[in-house]
């Protein structure tokens, strides 16, 4: 039996990013899958995606993504994302503030070529369309904005 598009797109989120499970990766992520994450990063592959998750994961133990809302039709998928985490090592080329951080972001799947999404066919493209990362280098009371664009 195939998941449906929406089912791999909380999977995606859920086991690989939130849970952090790496034995699901090769279950779900083909080799030409290919994801552009709201750092900016694009990844092929697996080991691709396993780079950028641990690149994420050195500046944020606690990353969490979380699917605000997730439109399906069939073949495609677009989320509607919340990013959080605690700034606990270098990201973005700056040393950790220990602060707590969020930002928003968008997600959209291309369409599956034969309709019939199956396990290690998931290619998700990641888009951060004008976020704010909070207090990540910010001194005082005053919290930092910086907006991310990723075209």
Excluded: K
Excluded at 84 to 98: I, N, S, V
Excluded at 113 to 133: E, K, N
Excluded at 145 to 151: E, G, K, S
């Amino acid at each position: 039996m195939t998941a449906s598009i929406g089912d791999l797109v909380e999977r995606f989120y859920g086991q690989l990013w939130n849970n952090w499970n790496d034995s699901a990766v090769e279950d779900m992520l083909s080799p030409g899958f290919t994801f552009r994450g709201s750092l900016g990063q694009q990844t092929l592959g697996p080991d691709g995606w396993r780079s950028y998750r641990d690149l994420v994961r050195a500046g944020s133990a606690d990353f969490h993504n979380e699917i605000i809302e997730l439109v399906c039709d069939g073949q495609r998928a677009a989320a509607r994302l919340r990013y959080t985490g605690t700034h606990t090592g270098a990201l973005l080329g700056l040393p950790a503030t220990h602060r707590r951080f969020e930002y928003a972001g968008a997600a959209f799947s291309p369409p599956i070529p034969d309709g019939s999404p199956a396990p290690g066919s998931l290619a998700f493209l990641t888009r951060c369309a004008a976020s704010s990362v909070r207090s990540i280098t910010s001194e005082g009371n005053q919290p930092a904005h910086r907006a991310v664009m990723v075209r």
